[in-house]
């Protein structure tokens, strides 16, 4: 038997892993928070503007903003193949008048969307980025690498309040940290847990906080230990380099697997494995926001194509994936194991078998599996697969 840990993930510093392979490009991460940083700046000052010099009613203040998404929860992963590009997710929250005894803003969701657009457009121009829409958020495509979405949140204004002076004692606190947009106003603990309201460009406003699931991840993650955060970048990598495009979200992977977790001491490999092969039953069962049980994520990835029941194409794929990792794991070749796993997870896994330790000898049922065709690939859908 084999423990192929190393190839996944070390301690040793400069040797290779898959782990370290899927971060981000130091230069692009820093080029993807400078973009970000602009972005801010943009609908910091814009919004306000924009809003007075359109005669809209009332008077916006400036906005603050919270990162959300993978970049939050730590398992962002640089894209495997194009047109992937990297997701940023930048929440950003705008106080506004609320009409007494009612549930909704007083100034429509759309206001607000063309406001934030016409923000931008100056900075989108001078950068080169492309702007456009989806229907809760706002998208800057600032390169081939990478986007950023702008969701935007509404919370009442006297609680909008309580935020601006929260910033100020965080900025006395952080005085000496040069970008301060970048690091005093992702602190989500001064966001009172009132209700948040989403904007959404077909249906106005609605119910929807992103705070409740980061929250539970980093909970799970302080609880069961920081290999789950990577068994979760790993069956991602695996997303990613198994559909071009299209493929289960992000955050059904994550909700999926967190569950099925168990630790295993200095052996990703294993931890991977024990997840992977529980994934196809959870899928079929059904998998729902880990916050919201009334809210189904396998519901969702079916209803993304009408022709192909893609939570069956998911589940078939993690069993074959399963079926072949524990076949690598019961192989005793060095050599053979690495050329599956990099056919699995592609060139950023290393071909390194000097780093395999090897066991006992290899199984003619594991070789057998591993070495059988692969099941058919799933179909590309239209758009871009966000590898965050």
Same mark, same amino acid.
């Given at each position: 038997?084999?423990? *192929?840990?190393?190839?996944?993930?070390?301690?040793?510093?400069?040797?290779?892993? *898959?782990?370290?392979?899927?971060?981000?490009?130091?230069?692009?991460?820093?080029?993807?928070?400078?973009?970000?940083?602009?972005?801010?700046?943009?609908?910091?000052?814009?919004?306000?503007?924009?809003?007075?010099?359109?005669?809209?009613?009332?008077?916006?203040?400036?906005?603050?903003?919270?990162?959300?998404?993978?970049?939050?929860?730590? &398992?962002?992963?640089?894209?495997?193949?194009?047109?992937?590009?990297?997701?940023?997710?930048?929440?950003?929250?705008?106080? *506004?008048?609320?009409?007494?005894?009612?549930?909704?803003?007083?100034?429509?969701?759309?206001?607000?969307?063309?406001?934030?657009?016409?923000?931008?457009?100056?900075?989108?121009?001078?950068?080169?980025?492309?702007?456009?829409?989806?229907? &809760?958020?706002?998208?800057?495509?600032?390169?081939?690498?990478?986007?950023?979405?702008?969701?935007?949140?509404?919370?009442?204004?006297k609680e909008f309040e309580t935020l601006v002076k929260a910033e100020n004692v965080r900025r006395a606190a952080l005085e000496g940290i040069r970008n301060f947009a970048e690091a005093a106003v992702d602190s989500w603990d001064e966001l009172p847990t009132t209700k948040v309201l989403l904007a959404h460009r077909e249906e106005g406003w609605m119910h929807s906080d992103p705070r409740p699931v980061k929250e539970w991840f980093v909970d799970q993650v302080e609880t069961k230990g920081e290999q789950l955060r990577r068994v979760v970048r790993y069956i991602k990598a695996y997303?990613?380099? &198994?559909?071009?495009?299209?493929?289960?979200?992000?955050?059904?992977?994550?909700?999926?697997? &967190?569950?099925?977790?168990?630790?295993?001491?200095?052996?990703?490999?294993?931890?991977?494995v024990d997840v992977v092969r529980q994934l196809p039953t959870a899928l079929r069962k059904g998998v729902n926001n880990p916050v919201n049980q009334k809210e189904s994520l396998t519901d969702r990835l079916r209803a993304s194509n009408d022709d192909i029941d893609m939570v069956e194409q998911a589940a078939a794929q993690f069993e074959d994936l399963g079926r072949r990792l524990q076949a690598t794991l019961d192989a005793g070749n060095a050599e053979q194991a690495c050329t599956w796993l990099r056919g699995l997870f592609g060139s950023r896994l290393p071909d390194r078998p000097d780093r395999v330790k090897v066991g006992a000898a290899v199984s003619a049922v594991a070789a057998a599996i591993a070495a059988s065709p692969a099941i058919a690939g799933p179909s590309e859908l239209v758009g871009r697969t966000r590898a965050g």
């Open positions: 038997m084999l423990n *192929l840990s190393a190839l996944f993930y070390t301690e040793v510093e400069f040797e290779p892993c *898959l782990f370290v392979n899927l971060n981000l490009r130091e230069d692009d991460r820093a080029d993807i928070a400078e973009a970000k940083n602009d972005v801010r700046m943009a609908l910091r000052d814009g919004i306000p503007r924009v809003y007075a010099d359109e005669g809209h009613p009332g008077k916006v203040p400036q906005p603050r903003f919270f990162t959300q998404g993978s970049w939050a929860y730590k &398992t962002l992963n640089a894209p495997a193949q194009k047109p992937q590009q990297a997701d940023v997710d930048d929440g950003c929250y705008l106080p *506004l008048s609320f009409l007494i005894l009612t549930d909704s803003p007083s100034v429509a969701a759309d206001v607000f969307f063309d406001v934030a657009e016409k923000a931008l457009a100056s900075l989108v121009e001078e950068k080169g980025w492309k702007l456009s829409g989806k229907p &809760t958020c706002i998208r800057v495509e600032i390169s081939d690498l990478a986007h950023i979405d702008i969701p935007l949140y509404a919370i009442p204004d997303r990613d380099w &198994t559909w071009k495009a299209g493929g289960p979200s992000s955050i059904l992977l994550m909700a999926a697997a &967190t569950p099925l977790f168990v630790k295993q001491d200095r052996r990703d490999d294993q931890a991977l």
